[in-house]
């Protein structure tokens, strides 16, 4: 379909093309989802990422309006998620005013690097990183989140906020005598209820049911999609009403910021407090050199979380670069707001696609129910307990370590388990960052490994008219430099396994795409090396661009080429009778079985042909 | 042949074997013909090192020897080179006593760190370097190593002995009206006086050719290949008596230590000038750290010398691993006789070759003559004008620079032209290390991209029976990680591209050899995907390997997998009944053409089965 001029400035245009009474009902009701998933999740992930309430809040409504104006999937929401306030956490530890300040200046500086990804078409940068080291990735920090929980769980106090694995469990297991009774039970208590609820979505209403039937599955799903909010309102009334009689019996949020964020320019420079106690100024130059490497690694793995939603949904025709503007314009535009970064966020996601949510413009309405909670609810915000959002953090976490991958890896890849247990182990003992680039490179490095050594095969053939020769079939489609060394050692040692050498090698290029020129000058050296022990090198099938760069690279020492069997026949007959002066019979083409019985005849294969 | 238990131990030992009076005669005149070529080289390359020229000598006889007991290549002859020196002279003018000390830990540290290489077998990581960044970067050290010697050939004084290009070139313009007359005249001269002698070996005396006219071949060969040490030697003696009269035309080499170097441990401590004039102890942690990245790079480029000698020479049956063990003793009991960083170098290596040399036993005569050098001769090389060293080093690294690859990278391989360009590019701006390790990063990259991005073709097909389906042809032998979600999106996109969806897409796996989870994950998702909009995805031809990973990677929801071209008709006659519930009559075997005229018939490729 194509579109007018002002869809084609604003791609969000087309969604209100046909946008009808039962799209807007349809929308609002995944919008109001959404948002009671997204009120609870963005409290906690803000608490997780070391800062107050409300920033979660503050990051939740921008996203929603942009991406209806941008995006193109329908079911995408975006917002803060466990994995990016993890993230933010390492930064916002430095005391003074700074935590806001190096999370919102993190956010836009986030947005500036996914455009400039965009501009750049760098999205696909985000295919290098297998489904193993995400795996292992996200296993890993859903180890680290929850560990990170577990203080807020028992009810313990103090600890350093540290976003390492192995501090913060031994910190754990060291105060594990000081954790409070009533706040363990409510978040243990929390846990279980919000899994059982989980487990809800599951009773499928028959479509033959009654109305009855249908009415009480509707509930179900609706309790237990909003799970996360009931269970925070109900913890927070009781805990609201012990507060009124004088007690408290929970660790509490304590006091949320009530109203809108102000819009202003994301901060430029802050105050940090020096281990000494006193207060330092930093300009924009150390802000940047403390956040370091987070300001590549965040959008990396934002894009990651986006490409991983609508690779989910599978929803087809969406352009990767518009998608990549979406998430850099909710960042950009976000941290005016005071945002901390934002991404697509998995879960709420799958809660908008399954209340059945036609456009994007749903995220429009959770923006306005999120700006509706800033205004009147936050002061009851206060009395969420903070074992309730820990319960609603590690129940959502849970579902992201990937245990049963195991299995089916070790029993059909165990490099690539290798991989998971790489970046997983190193993500808990040194940092994600330093996990995530690891179990990149061990990638890399496999494939670089697969180039540089491809598996031959040599068979001892006869042609046609019956004149043998050893042909080698490399299998592999690139042959490139890191491999030209070690196919000219592998073919000099067969030759010496061989009693009498043979008179002819045949490299069978058919299935070869590509050749550099390293490979190709090693052929010609190769070719002359054979050629002193009265060999000759005879190639097989070369497509086109292969014969270009063997004809420019290697000049008048040509390697002699030959298009097909046929021409190969022809080719070893004129070449017995001009070295070895000795003019043979032309036998009939005969059907001969090479040495590999699973092979099937050389003849046999005659008319196939590659471009 | 097989070793006895002596030569087992000491793979040298296996010369001895048949050592006749000819093999000794032969082996002692190459000895000394290579002598009398790195007598003057490495009085030259201690200088471009930024050493004392005894350094050079020093450098030059214990390579020689070890080679002998462990070496398997008769040609290779190990000692100082002008690109080792070069990355040398970085560490030399810190000041003080220093220069020597950071020479010798660096050829000591080199040496244990091709140890490990041998012993982890790290030996094939020069593989990493492909010819076009190979090219880039010696010729990048050609230019600046001739740079660096313009000012001892045009008699030019002072200047920071900087190894950067730019500062080097900037200081000779700047300072070009200082040169000395005589000194330019005698450098430049002795250049082309070099280059002409150069180019007599070029005259072939025929077999044919009287006595006398073989005699006169003789000389002038042996003139040919000793022409740096005649130019050293006559000009100084030209210098000498000049000297003698009271005259000093000529900027002189100074002193030279006389005698054999001491035997000692390699320092691991030394004093260095500070910027202020005064000295600085330096213990061994602060060399280490001073040498960095040169402790890695200095073996790696020796590696790379020494392969390329064993490729040029074209010697088979050469233990990579052994070699690796020779050059690292070569370094390491180098290191106690106060040598630079040694390895194989290319233009001795090919005089020896040139000079008939049949066992490596003839670098012990080599290494005798540079002792009897060292005891002897030192007295008078003091009087070696500087001008005839630099032009000695200018008119061997000339050849180095690889201008004539320019032209049929152009024709055939522009992408190889830019990485050459890149690599000699920064070589020269930034550093030789930056200019190689872009090189093999740029490399890298190709081959995932090419890995990522597969060559697609898609081709509308009919089957035996006549049911046309749509086959999607991947030019890539290995399937991974990088390239799954690329798949995914050309086969979404071809298929929006129909007037009518097509009903079967078939992936031809018969050329694919090794798919990855990630791969096989989103094949999973790509069916599942495909089947919503009722097109049924059928693999063709996978092998064992592809087939365990795609049954154990995705459990229930297996892709369809058909064995042949025959199985593909029964399965596709199979699915046209169960899924349209139309029942066709089987149409008999038909050869049908498919859109793309240059491919042969689908039928013909019948026979065609992979293991």
């Not at 005013?97 to 750049?120: D, Q």
Request: charged fraction near 15%.
């Amino acid at each position: 379909m194509g579109l007018t001029k002002i869809e084609k400035i604003i791609p969000g245009a087309r969604w209100l093309r046909g946008y009808s009474t039962e799209f807007f009902f349809a929308d609002l009701i995944a919008g109001i989802t959404v948002g009671l998933t997204v009120l609870p999740q963005s409290l906690a992930y803000a608490t997780l990422a070391g800062l107050d309430p409300q920033f979660g809040l503050y990051s939740a409504f921008v996203g929603g309006a942009v991406y209806a104006l941008v995006g193109g999937c329908r079911e995408v929401t975006i917002g803060p998620t466990a994995l990016l306030a993890l993230m933010t956490s390492q930064h916002t530890n430095l005391g003074g005013i700074s935590g806001p300040n190096f999370a919102v200046l993190l956010c836009f500086l986030s947005g500036i690097v996914e455009f400039f990804m965009a501009l750049l078409k760098l999205g696909s940068l985000v295919d290098l990183i297998s489904l193993p080291v995400t795996i292992g990735f996200t296993s890993a920090t859903a180890l680290i989140i929850g560990a990170s929980q577990l203080k807020g769980l028992l009810g313990l106090k103090g600890g350093s906020g540290s976003s390492n694995f192995l501090p913060t469990v031994k910190f754990v297991i060291t105060r594990i005598h000081e954790l409070r009774v009533s706040d363990t039970l409510l978040g243990v208590g929390s846990i279980f209820i919000l899994l059982a609820l989980r487990k809800l979505k599951d009773f499928k209403t028959p479509p033959s049911a009654t109305k009855k039937r249908k009415i009480l599955g509707a509930i179900l799903w609706l309790t237990s999609t909003a799970r996360n909010a009931l269970l925070v309102l109900i913890s927070s009334a009781v805990a609201y009403y012990a507060y009124e009689n004088g007690q408290v019996p929970f660790i509490l949020t304590g006091k949320v910021k009530s109203g809108l964020p102000t819009f202003s320019l994301p901060p430029f420079e802050t105050t940090i407090m020096t281990s000494n106690g006193t207060m330092t100024d930093l300009n924009f130059t150390d802000m940047v050199s403390e956040l370091g490497t987070s300001i590549l690694l965040v959008p990396i793995i934002a894009v990651l979380g986006n490409v991983a939603i609508s690779k989910a949904f599978g929803t087809v025709g969406i352009n990767a670069t518009w998608e990549l503007i979406a998430l850099s314009l909710s960042n950009i535009i976000g941290s005016f707001f005071s945002s901390i970064p934002v991404t697509g966020s998995f879960s709420r996601s799958a809660v908008n696609h399954a209340s059945g949510v036609k456009t994007p413009i749903g995220g429009i309405y959770t923006g306005i129910l999120v700006i509706l909670a800033l205004s009147i609810l936050t002061p009851y915000f206060q009395y969420i307990p903070r074992a309730a959002l820990s319960a609603v953090i590690i129940s959502a976490v849970i579902f992201m370590i990937e245990y049963e991958v195991i299995k089916p890896l070790w029993r059909c890849s165990r490099r690539e388990l290798f991989t998971v247990a790489l970046t997983l182990i190193l993500s808990l003992l040194i940092g994600v960052e330093i996990g995530l680039l690891s179990g990149v490179i061990l990638d890399i490095a496999f494939v670089m490994h697969r180039t540089a050594r491809p598996i031959l095969s040599f068979e001892q053939c006869q042609s046609l008219s019956g004149i043998e020769y050893t042909m080698l079939k490399p299998r592999h489609s690139l042959l490139c430099f890191p491999a030209a060394e070690y196919i000219r050692n592998a073919i000099n040692v067969t030759i010496a396994q061989f009693e009498k050498s043979p008179s002819f090698i045949v490299i069978d290029f058919r299935n070869i795409q590509e050749l550099d020129y390293t490979a190709a000058k090693g052929l010609g050296g190769l070719k002359k090396e054979l050629a002193e022990r009265d060999i000759i090198l005879i190639l097989l099938g070369c497509n086109d661009k292969v014969k270009l760069i063997l004809k420019t690279s290697l000049k008048s020492q040509n390697c002699y080429q030959v298009e097909d069997e046929n021409h190969l026949d022809i080719m070893l007959q004129d070449q017995k009778i001009n070295s070895k002066g000795e003019l043979k019979d032309v036998i009939a083409p005969l059907l001969i079985m090479p040495s590999n019985d699973e092979d099937i005849s050389i003849a046999q294969k005659e008319s196939l042909r590659r471009e």
